[in-house]
């Protein structure tokens, strides 16, 4: 014999008066408690695996030429899970991505020179926005030279009273000028 199901009365009446267990909860994603120990490791013995972007970084305008450290710079270093040699990520802004992948030899064979014979073996472009210039590196780009002395310009004048060719006079002037700032 069926038994009738209950009204919707009767069935809140029925849930009210029994007690039901808490639903358990799933167990939390494994990655985020790793992580904090994670990197806690990885501070500690980062460079028992091989140096990494750390050693680049300082070095990225001198391996790369100014003009293309200017636009890029070293992201992360990705090591194969079976060893062998890694991959070199580069952030790019822009259209430097053609520039940064036509001397991309060059560039992995410096990057090897630094971090040791067949350390990296391929560079993965990323076109996006380039972190601002430390200090040190804008200490390095051409500042705007202030004035000469009076006595080092009238020397400078009086040495170019001679030639007639004005365009030759001011190319003289300025030379002259480099030469003595750098002196």
Do not use: C
Not at 25 to 31: E, L, N
Not at 91 to 101: F, H
Not at 121 to 145: F, W
């Amino acid at each position: 014999m069926r038994r009738p199901l209950p009204t919707a009365a009767q069935a809140q009446e029925i849930l009210a008066r029994k007690r039901t267990r808490p639903v358990r909860r799933p167990p939390p994603v494994a990655g985020k408690a790793l992580t904090a120990y994670i990197r806690s490791l990885e501070t500690r013995f980062g460079e028992a695996v091989g140096p990494g972007v750390r050693v680049l970084a300082p070095r990225w305008r001198e391996i790369v030429g100014e003009v293309l450290g200017r636009r890029t710079e070293p992201v992360k270093l990705v090591r194969p899970r079976r060893g062998g040699a890694a991959s070199l990520e580069v952030r790019v802004d822009g259209a430097g991505a053609a520039l940064i992948q036509h001397q991309a030899p060059d560039i992995l064979a410096r990057v090897n020179l630094i971090l040791g014979e067949g350390a990296v073996d391929k560079l993965r472009i990323v076109q996006g926005p380039i972190k601002p210039a430390t200090p040190a590196q804008t200490a390095l780009r051409k500042r705007n030279p202030g004035p000469l002395d009076a006595v080092i310009e009238a020397d400078l004048a009086k040495g170019l009273e001679k030639p007639g060719n004005a365009k030759l006079k001011a190319a003289l002037l300025r030379l002259g000028r480099e030469v003595a700032r750098r002196q």
